[in-house]
């Protein structure tokens, strides 16, 4: 479900995270992502399924798999559905140009060329022992960009297991 950008998203904007100066000087994220002049950000959405990856390159969802969404957020990021498609929505094709799908599997070495301010690895890591997710967390440090953070699932915890990021709030570490 696409939700968890739309919550960091709303975390900015209310001030709650204060955002990285370089990525948005005195602007909420969606004003930077949706109106700025200036370069579209990089979205890299992964998973190891190759069936998920096809699923969310469409973008389209149950209108049903998004009503915990906030209202005003599924108005602003969604299109409805009309007729045979009542019930359904479809993420609006500006934030879908700003997604990459690409596979990736955690247990392999990371080969990207640049650094993320933001990784979000939500319930994936509760799959793994405590020696794999310290690895896989050692690995999205490197790959985190200076005050850059990662947010993981509510049913995690970076708890006992070893890293360098800076607790913010439950789900929500920084570099």
Known sequence: MPSPLFEII????????AAPQ??????????????SSSPV?????TDISTKVLKKAV???????????????????YFLKGKNSNNGIVKLKKDIVNMVTFKRLNLMDNFHFQKG?????CRNVM??????????IVRKFYGMINPGGCLIIGHSE?????QH????IQPTIYRK
């Open 10 to 17: 709303e975390l900015f904007n209310r001030r709650q995270l």
């Open 22 to 35: 370089r990525l948005m000087p005195r602007r909420s994220l969606n004003e930077h992502v949706l109106k």
């Open 41 to 45: 950000p990089v979205i890299l959405a």
């Open 58 to 76: 469409n973008g389209i969802y149950p209108l049903k798999a998004l009503e915990k969404l906030d209202k005003s957020l599924l108005k602003r």
């Open 116 to 120: 993320f301010d933001v990784i979000f």
């Open 126 to 135: 509760i799959y793994f022992d405590t020696v794999t997710r310290q690895d």
């Open 157 to 161: 915890s970076l708890n006992g297991i």
């Open 164 to 167: 360098s990021f800076n607790y």
